[in-house]
Every structure is written in C-alpha cells, then in structure tokens.
C-alpha cells in the first residue's frame, strides 16, 4: 500500500523553462509535505517542505504547492537549470511531535533532466 | 553543521552471510537517528529508528537488526542475509520538520 505516490518514473525539460513534479498521497493523517532531491551515489538532500496549514511555500526558484482536498502536492522549479537533473522524492509524516517528524514515507521519485 | 557518515558504499555479500552497516554523526548530540532502504522501484522504506542510546524502534518485521551503541552511532545488522535483503541503505539524521540529513547510502546486493 503505497501512501505516497509520484506516478511519473521521469520527465525531461528544457533549459530555463518550468519543472513540475507531482506527487499524490492517501493517508489524511499526514501534515508535513517535503521534497529531496538526490544525485547519483549521494544520500538525498532536503530541498523544500510545506507545513499542512498552508497551501503555497516558495524558496527562491523552487515553489511547493498544496492540495489538501485533492491530497496532492507539486514542485515547481523555475527556471530549470541543468544542474537541477537529479532524482525527486516527495515525502510526507504525520505529526510534527516526538519522533514522528522522522518517520517518513517517501515517493519512488521522479527523475529529472534538464537539457541545455 | 551536520554530517553523517555511513560505509561501505557498496557491498557483494553471500546468501547466509551476516552483515553490519555503521553510521556515525557528526555536529550534533543526542539526535533522533533512522535507518531507510530503497529497494527497486520503490521509495525510501523507513526500517528503525532510534532516539537514544540503546532505544531502537522497528517499523516493519525483518530480516534485520539495529542498534545505538553511542549517542552519535548507528548500526544495522543481519545474522544471515536473504536475496529480499538486496537494496540502497541510508542512514538520517531528521530534525524536527522532517529536514534531515542523510549519509551517501550502502549499495548492498545479496547473491
């Protein structure tokens, strides 16, 4: 039973244009979104995160969004440069208390190329 | 700021064989530590987790072990590995907000 699902494997973009990256969950419970990213042979790197109470949080090119009623969230970069081409994982947990803020569950990522 | 630390990269280990990951952290003290695996095609799994010395948390029945013998020490362990064993083992440090810090994974292949 996956909870959290990126349901496009890949997607390619061009230099300087928008990447969206979407990610789909089931479980309500869940109240903190997050998104890593991850080269090649490297552990995952936090990258942005969105807080349930909200529906939009930006970082400078990169924009999470929220969908609670649809439970679905999407990362816009903008513009897309080429070393943004990693892979993409959304996470979520439920509870920000205690030890539940570690326990995440993760999507099966989304790899991302951006070409010249 | 934080870092973690986590061998071997990757490891050829036998069906049987036992197996031993270590973890240690760097700049910071008494921090809530986890255990992930990615398997094929799948997302991150989280496995253990640990809030201190000698306190281990399991989230799914498994092959597998953990323990914390220090505050900034982690280790997963097996007795006798299985094929289903195979996969990316990372090792985080999260903080509150889910903004963690991981290790560069343990690429283990169970033949």
């Known amino acids: 039973d996956q909870q959290v699902k990126q349901n496009s494997p890949s997607l390619s973009v061009q230099e300087g244009r928008i990447s969206i990256l979407n990610c789909d969950y089931t479980?309500?419970?869940?109240?903190?979104f997050l998104w890593y990213k991850k080269y090649p042979a490297e552990g995952p790197t936090f990258l942005i995160s969105i807080s349930s109470i909200k529906d939009k949080n930006e970082d400078g090119r990169f924009t999470v969004f929220l969908n609670k009623s649809a439970k679905h969230l999407s990362l816009h970069i903008v513009p897309s440069q080429p070393g943004d081409s990693a892979v993409y994982f959304c996470a979520a947990s439920a509870g920000a208390g205690g030890t539940s803020y570690g326990k995440l569950t993760f999507g099966q990522g989304t790899i991302l190329t951006v070409h010249p | 700021s934080q870092t973690i630390h986590q061998w071997p990269a990757t490891l050829v280990q036998p069906v049987g064989s036992p197996l031993s990951l270590e973890c240690t952290v760097e700049g910071t003290s008494n921090p809530n530590l986890y255990w992930y695996r990615q398997a094929a095609g799948r997302g991150l799994q989280l496995l253990f987790y640990s809030v201190g010395i000698g306190q281990i948390s399991s989230e799914v029945p498994q092959n597998l072990s953990a323990s914390r013998p220090q505050d900034r020490q982690f280790i997963l362990s097996s007795k006798k590995l299985l094929l289903s064993d195979s996969g990316f083992y990372l090792c985080?440090?999260?903080?509150?907000?889910?903004?963690?810090?991981f290790g560069s994974g343990t690429r283990l292949t169970v033949v």
């Open positions: 479980n309500s419970m869940f109240d903190y």
């Open positions: 985080a440090w999260i903080s509150v907000g889910g903004m963690g810090t």
